[in-house]
């Protein structure tokens, strides 16, 4: 009984903290209700305005086509960045040598540069490609970060030499020996990297809004860009567009959540 | 290893290809005309960029339709670009030199425009020529897309500012919208602590940190930031302190409310906890969509600087012009402005009621559809007042370092009501905008 009672500060406490973060989401979901003027006056109950706003944002917006869009990008650079993130990752770490440690490094520097200064010399790159607006120029520029490669060189880190001493012995090829040994021990990991990637690449805006000319080929952070934008804002309708967009990064963050943890804390015991 | 290696080449290879499949398969009526949007081969389409459905891109639109009926063939492609993404795309192509990927026409904020064309002349094209009339606009107008003499955009919403009052605020505190109408600011500030004290109301609201009010004021008196040749004015600006001090003036007796957002501006409007608002004409959009105020707002002119020479009661604030690219269809692009922004009042009845855009195109103020009464702002015709204010409003120079010079005094504002002496805050403005300049 005492123990429960000592207890009760802790979970009041996590409680308040629970309800500060959930609080704006809340605002979010419950705003899309309401019209602008309620939404404006900060009310905190459901509305009935939700059909009236999904009306409005439908007909300036193509709802569709941007979460379409959106999602091909997204998934693309997850899958893309996984393969070659995690194969560049355990090449570093198995394959080891002095100059790969030095091309490491070359990486890790990398990450420094703002992307903003490399965003001209890109877009220059893309265009004489002729591939202004195509979903490629979205991705490619994003699968191959430092961050995910650092993350698999981690995780490949704390992958017994042993294992692959023996599945070599037993006549395993060295790519068998990644994808059959490595890759489903690294579960866990792939799930951490594949919830920040698609994140990243979900709420990605400033490449794609300067690679993306067309309205046709936008994407839903562009969206509720363009939908703010206006001289009269419609906030009832940009909250459910801000809704709509969150959903799938709530989702996939649900779906993977335990591998999420487990990726960071590490996998191999 | 050898053989992981070409499995390494044959997996990558596969990705590649796989995600080239992929990426065409979803784009390929957009990849292949590969973006390459202006300058169009067809000659009857024009590409445009423009930001806000209901307004600039509703009004192409119906510019569109009017300018088919002449020419059947006739077909525009707007693209939704908001306005930080047309500066940012601007920029980037500029830089990159990539100008075949600029639309024919794009729409620009007028304060942006000096700017961008002094520092990427090769983005735009001189329409000093193209046969639009352009003594047809206000001069305070056409001064912000004139470089060195040449025109470089065809006017479209205006900016011209409005004191939108709530006449029924005003009423508890015994006052009418006359009260408001030509007065000076130091008989503003006596009748808005006037209505504060007697109804609790601030009159004006705005976002802390911002310089919009300071800069409205200071064009009233057609001062700038910049003398004629461009040097930054911001030190020695008689009308500049004196806005500065008629602002900190209200921040400190609470008839002006700075507030930490746009979004909390606008809801001070549309809560009614403050009692007026001083901004541009497009302002009138957002205060409309309270619709239990309606009949309760009405519409004046600006109070004006004590003790200035030149000062009025006509500002403006904002307002956007459109500009022909340098990768543009250059006689359809014209001929196709001159024939609707700047020669239909067609266009611009059409486009009053349903989008609320006020024209800066003079003639279109003759039209019965401006003079008519808005049951709104109390039956008041508040278009063809505005159209009147717009004639009168002084011409700003913006120059090429006009945001620079607005942020820097932004934050000297700051410093000044938080206690730091004016001359000095002013002086440390005025050199980090000279810094910038060098």
Known sequence: MTRTLREVPKYVYLTLVALVSVAPLYFMAVSATNSTQDVLASRMWPGSHLLENWQTLTSQQDVGAAMYHSTVNAVLTTVLALVVSSIAGYGFEVYHSPNKDRLMWVLMLAMMIPFAATMIPLFQLFADFGMVNSSFAVVLPVIATPLLILMFRQSARSFPHEIIEAARMDGLREFSIFWRMFVPTMRPTYAAAAVITFMAAWNNFLWPKVILVKSTVQTMPMLISNFSAGYVIDYGALMLAVLIASLPTIVIFFVLQRSFVAGFTGVVK | MKKFRTGLVVASTATLALSLAACSSGDSTDSSSGGATGGDAMGNTLTVWAWDPNFNIYAMQAAEKIYQKDHPDFTLDIQEVTWDDVQTKLTTLAQSQEYDQLPDIFLMQNNAFQKNVINYPDIVTDITDSGVDFSQFPAGVTAYSTIDGKNYGVPFDSGTAINAMRTDVLEQAGLTIDDFTDITWDQYETLAKQVLDKTGKPLLSGQAGSS????????????????????????????????????????????????????????????????????????????????????????????????????????????????????????????????????????????????GAVANWLPAGDSAVYSEPQAFFGGQPIYSDVLKFAAEVPANNTGAYYYEARDAVSAAITKIINGTDMDSALQEAQDNVEFAMN
């Open chain 2, 212 to 355: 919009d009010m300071i800069l409205m004021m200071l064009q009233s008196a057609g001062a700038s930031l910049f003398d004629d040749q461009g040097n930054p004015t911001i030190v020695d600006n008689a009308a500049l302190k004196a806005a500065i001090t008629v602002y900190a003036q209200m921040v400190k007796d609470g008839t002006f409310s700075e507030v930490n957002s746009w979004d909390e501006y606008i809801a001070t409007l549309v809560n009614g906890t403050a009692a007026s608002a001083i901004n541009g004409i497009w302002i009138s959009g957002s205060i409309q969509s309270a619709e239990d105020q309606s009949g309760k707002w009405a519409v004046t002119d600006l109070p004006a600087l004590d003790g200035i020479d030149g000062a009025t009661h006509y500002s403006a604030n904002g307002g956007s012009s459109w500009a022909v690219s340098s990768n543009a269809d250059v006689a359809l692009a014209e001929d196709f402005l001159k024939s609707t922004f700047a020669g239909s009042t067609e266009l611009y009845d059409e486009i009053l009621p349903a989008s």
